[in-house]
């Protein structure tokens, strides 16, 4: 999926987490903005987002070395980029540039400074109160 696709299908839906297979490893990762993506080309404060990897050997058995690293930067949390900029985790995750550098989230979730994504899932995220019922 390109980023013109992108935002075509997650622009002004809400918050979101993104889990992206990374190529030629067994790395997981992604991030969860709590506000919408809205191609602004400009930072969106959060207080909420993170960033995480994880590996998987690709089975139902686990997964291993899970990694959540939290904003600490809430000022420049999140990069909400159009169709020619990145949509981005701060400058820490930038998911279609596939590059990754500890900035403004706490801990470091990879060795890798540049990645390729082979394939990637946005889940639009829901927010339910207790007395909701789900279902």
Known sequence: MSRETFHF????????VIVAKVEKSKNIIGGYNPNPWTSSNKWIESTESFIFSFKSDGNREGIDDIILSRIKNPCAAIFDGDNHYDVGFSLD???FMGTYERNNYEKKIMEENQFRMIDYEVFLVKRVNKNDQIG
């Not at 997650?10 to 979101?16: L, M, Q």
């Open 9 to 16: 299908l997650c622009d002004n839906k809400g918050p979101t």
């Open 93 to 95: 995750l930038q998911l």
